[in-house]
Nanobody, 124 residues
Framework: QVELVESGGGLVQPGGSLRLSCAASGRAFSDYTLGWFRQAPRKERVFVAQINWINGTVYYGPSVGRFTISRDNAKNTLYLQMNSLKPDDTALYFC??????????????????WGQGTQVTVSS
C-alpha cells in the first residue's frame, strides 16, 4: 500500500500561484498512476489531473488549463503547479493513487489510496 502526504496549500490572493506537493512512500511508485482531486465546500470531489508514474502521460480535468501536474521520480514526489488562481479554485486538494494505466481515470472510485488533503483558499 502506498501512503500519500500532501503539503503546500494556503491562502493566496486571486491571480497568485501555489505549488502543491505529495510525498509518496510504501510500494513502488511504478505500480501506480497518481492524481489530484479537489473538493469545494458542499460539493463533490472533482478530478483535476493525473500522471503515469513511468512514462509521464498526463490528463487534466475540465477548466484547469492553469494547472500543471508533474512528478520527481527520484524524490517520490508528485506536484501540482497552480497559476492565475481564482476564488473558484478554493477547495481541499487531495493526492490519490490508482492502478497503473495510460487511460484517464477521472472517478474517485478509480483511486484506491488517498492523502489527507491540503487546503487552498483563494481570496483577497
Amino acid at each position: 500500500q502506498v501512503e500519500l502526504v500532501e503539503s503546500g496549500g494556503g491562502l493566496v490572493q486571486p491571480g497568485g500561484s501555489l505549488r502543491l506537493s505529495c510525498a509518496a512512500s510504501g510500494r513502488a511508485f511504478s505500480d501506480y498512476t497518481l492524481g489530484w482531486f479537489r473538493q469545494a465546500p458542499r460539493k463533490e470531489r472533482v478530478f483535476v489531473a493525473q500522471i503515469n508514474w513511468i512514462n509521464g502521460t498526463v490528463y487534466y480535468g475540465p477548466s484547469v488549463g492553469r494547472f500543471t501536474i508533474s512528478r520527481d521520480n527520484a524524490k517520490n514526489t508528485l506536484y501540482l503547479q497552480m497559476n492565475s488562481l481564482k476564488p473558484d479554485d478554493t477547495a481541499l486538494y487531495f493526492c490519490a493513487a490508482g492502478p497503473k494505466t495510460d487511460y484517464m481515470l477521472s472517478k474517485s472510485s478509480d483511486f484506491s489510496a488517498w492523502g489527507q488533503g491540503t487546503q487552498v483558499t483563494v481570496s483577497s
